[in-house]
């Protein structure tokens, strides 16, 4: 074979390895988070982090379509057959992980264990008008509430299903140490502090997932992850400001994706204890905000100053609800009239998967007004662990937090934040929890209206808790990637897919 014959024959070999060693490449999609997840047990954390790793390997009671609709997933249907009882038919041929059948005792079992107040799932506030699971049959299960519960389909959005066999088995620590479900991907391994990776479920039931491996790294921080973006040693990013994501503006190799949440950005104050436990002084420190500024010289994603814990998406939203009024100059005159009461140092918790020029432009806010504020950065689950103290008076003076249930119902945001009961609470008011309590039991919608309208002018008048925006959410992402990000926030692995 002559030397001219040699190279079209290598490079005929060459244009058909290309293909292949491309399609090799992305078998593979490497996610950029803030931090490693808290836990991959679904029935504890409910953060980002936790929840964008695990919700792939688990299946949920039911689950939301992109365009925000409640649908299908282990339940196959449902029906409400009493005002305290909803009766679900568990789809059939889902197998976990280890090849065992889910089965409607699996159902129960997960039920049963994140509504258990010895398990102590931080979720618990979420899920505990549930005071029974029964199975009927092979295929069917019946949840029973304590009083009828409005807001229990979209709270069932979040509940996983976890094998009994093996939860039980392994304990709490364990099933976080290897855990199984159902979902489109399988754990693979967990590297403590470097990355968590996950393998195609190929007997999946659902819609595959399109790539073979899924590593999900830790890079806490945003102009890493940006810049592995541009790398491509990361093909989605997370948790990016308007700042950072500009950075991959007119590069034609990336993407940055974003979409309106139904997340609301807020500060917890601990209303319990000193200094925050004298209402004028909460109510300094919301005049002292100025959350336009924040929203229209910091963000600038999209996002809007919020009224209120909740958003227009939000069923409880009260309209026509007005803000607390920036008002430097009155903030300082409270301050300045409560002498030493006021100059208790207040620690500011936060974590790096939070936006961090928020919160120093909250500190520097109330520092001008004559608080003393001092931030306390720590990693994601010490911050958690801090926030649901068993005390509430344990917990931080003042926190930024960004919360969403993904319920699109009030109940999902103010129970827990607001009832005194919840172990993200730093609220005691008996009015305030009968209210609440009357809006998560009654099936008639005005009534339910009324009592969030009620709620939302006793945290007003009270400043229990500060809104600051309603957020938007922004990714960046290889050019390649093909993937409609949602309201819900969720990394949902097999609705995403490439194409170079």
Known sequence: MSVTNSLKAIAIVLATLVPAQAALAKDELVINL??????????????PDSYYVYRNIFDNLVTRDNDGKIVPQVAESWKQISDTELEMDIRSGITFHDGEALTADDVVYSVKRITDPDFSSPQLGQFNSIVDARKVDEDTVVLVTSEPYPALMAQLV???VVPEHVASELGKE????????????????????????????????????????VVFKAVPDASTRVANLRAGTADLVVSLDSDIAMQLDGNADTQVLTAATERVGFMGMNTVRAPLNDPELRRAVAMAIDREGIVEGILQGGESVATQLATSSHFGFVEGAEPIPYDLEKAKEIVASKGDAAKVQMQFATSPVYD?????????????????????????????????????????????GRWSCACQDVDGVQYPLLHSSSNWSRVNDPELDKLLETGRTTLDEEARLAAYAQVQKIVEENTYILPL?????????????????????????????WSD
């Open 356 to 400: 961090q020029r928020i919160v120093q432009a909250i500190q520097q806010m109330l520092n001008e007004a004559g608080f003393n504020v001092e931030i306390s950065m720590t990693d994601m689950a010490t911050y958690l662990k801090l926030a649901q103290s068993p005390e509430q008076d344990q917990r931080p003076d003042l926190s930024f």
């Open 34 to 47: 803030v931090n490693e997840p808290a836990t991959l047990d679904p029935h504890m954390q409910w953060n």
């Open 158 to 160: 979040k509940l996983s």
């Open 174 to 213: 364990g099933f976080n140490e290897a855990p199984v479900g159902s979902g489109p991907y399988k754990f693979g391994s967990w590297d403590r502090g470097v990355q968590v990776t996950l393998t195609r479920n190929a007997d999946y039931w659902g819609d595959a997932g399109a790539f073979e491996t």
């Open 469 to 497: 925006y309603q957020a938007a959410v922004l990714y960046g992402a290889n050019a390649g990637l093909k993937w409609q990000p949602t309201a819900n926030e969720s990394l949902f692995l097999n609705r995403m897919s």
